[in-house]
Structure formats: structure tokens, C-alpha cells
């Protein structure tokens, strides 16, 4: 069966320092991937979706970035992290040539202060 | 530009039945889905619509209407555990991204 893993669950990070969220799948192969944060009083924005190694697509222009170095890892950075950036991010991957639901991974808090 | 709407929050009682409606704007359309969320924790999936009817799923059924950019998800038999956020989300096109709304936060009392 598949699963999805992200991590860390929970972190607190200082304004300026750098970030770096890392999801992994397992059980599938070339899933797509995406990255969405989820702020207070607000629904899940998209951020980043990747079809592939190497390929990442960006919705939303802000101070992160992703990176897929292998087919089932998908990561989110930040050089410098910003107040803005606290919410709940999570990680989802869908099956292609499935129906389209994603399976989310666990979620990561972050708390920007 | 896209945009779903869907009420913030709704309250009902145990043993009752709710509907909560979603109303879509997307630039193409390719399925509307509904995730269940609890507090702290990710979205589930639930259900699935891409053409205009009722899909039934045990307790929860999901309506869709095209022409209208109209879907909403019933719930039967509340139990306190469907207390919970309930996001609706279209895709514009096979194999995109979903859009969220920002989701309905449901409580069920005794």
C-alpha cells in the first residue's frame, strides 16, 4: 500500500532563518506531488506541484521554493523565513491517471516568530 | 480566476441530517471533491463528482450541478465524531492541482 510521510511535525523557527520540510512516498511510482500550507482562517493555498524529477511548478510567488531530487521526495525550502510563513503545510500526492483525489501526508506547524 | 465559497460554519445535533452547499468559479472544470478535516490534523478524502447527480457513500452523499457551479455533501445519522472542517475543491483540468475553499467547520452536539 502507499504511504506518505513529511517532516518535522512541528517546528519553531525565528524570523530570517532558513527552512527546509521534506516529504517522502512510498509504495508508488512517478506520483505527482504537491506542497500546500494551510494559514488560520483560511483554506489550503497550493504552492508548489511537481509531475516529475526535477520538474516543479510554482502558483503562488513567495520567498520558498521546491525541489524533487528523486521521484518519490519532494522538498520545501526557505532562505529566510518570513512572519508570514507560519501555517500548516502539507504534502499530498495523487496516483496518475487515477480519478485525481489526493492522499495527504501528515502535515508540519510551523511557527515563524 | 477561481473561487469556491462555502459557508464557514454549521452546527446541528446528533441522529440529524446536514447539507452543507459549495458554489464553484473555475476557469475549466474537470471534478469536485469533498475532504474531511479534524483540527490538527490533514484532509481525508470523501467523495468525488464529476458529472451532475448524487454519489452515495454509506452516511455521506455528494450532489453536483454544472450548469449551476453547485455541489453540496449530506450527512446522515451525525454522529459526535463527523464533528470536523469539510473542505469542497474543484479541478479545472485532468491532472491539475485541486482548489480548495476554505472549508466549513461542522460541530455536532448531544
Known amino acids: 500500500s502507499q504511504t506518505i510521510h513529511q517532516w518535522p511535525a512541528t517546528l519553531v523557527q525565528p524570523v530570517g532563518s532558513p527552512l527546509s520540510l521534506e516529504c517522502t512516498v512510498e509504495?508508488?511510482?512517478?506520483?505527482?506531488l504537491y506542497w500546500y500550507r494551510q494559514a488560520a482562517g483560511r483554506g489550503l493555498q497550493l504552492l508548489f506541484y511537481s509531475v516529475g524529477i526535477g520538474q516543479i511548478s510554482s502558483e503562488v510567488p513567495q520567498n520558498l521554493s521546491a525541489s524533487r531530487p528523486q521521484d518519490r521526495q519532494f522538498i520545501l525550502s526557505s532562505k529566510k523565513l518570513l512572519l508570514s510563513d507560519s501555517g500548516f503545510y502539507l504534502c499530498?500526492?495523487?496516483?496518475?491517471?487515477?480519478?485525481?483525489?489526493?492522499?495527504f501526508g501528515e502535515g508540519s506547524r510551523l511557527t515563524v516568530l | 480566476g477561481q473561487n469556491i465559497d462555502q459557508p464557514t460554519e454549521m452546527t446541528a445535533t446528533e441522529g440529524a441530517i446536514v447539507q452543507i452547499n459549495c458554489t464553484y468559479q473555475?476557469?475549466?472544470?474537470?471534478?469536485l471533491f469533498w475532504y474531511q478535516q479534524h483540527a490538527g490534523e490533514a484532509p481525508t478524502f470523501l467523495s468525488y463528482?464529476?458529472?451532475?447527480g448524487l454519489e452515495e457513500k454509506g452516511r455521506f452523499s455528494s450532489f453536483l450541478s454544472r450548469s449551476k457551479g453547485y455541489s453540496y455533501l449530506l450527512l446522515k445519522e451525525l454522529q459526535m465524531k463527523d464533528s470536523a472542517s469539510y473542505l469542497c475543491?474543484?479541478?479545472?483540468?485532468?491532472?491539475?492541482?485541486?482548489?480548495f475553499g476554505k472549508g466549513t467547520t461542522l460541530s455536532v452536539s448531544s
Open positions: 473555475t476557469s475549466g472544470f474537470n471534478g
Open positions: 475543491a474543484a479541478r479545472r483540468q485532468a491532472g491539475t492541482a485541486l482548489i
Open positions: 509504495g508508488t511510482s512517478n506520483p505527482n
Open positions: 499530498a500526492w495523487r496516483l496518475q491517471g487515477s480519478i485525481g483525489e489526493l492522499f
Open positions: 463528482n464529476v458529472l451532475d
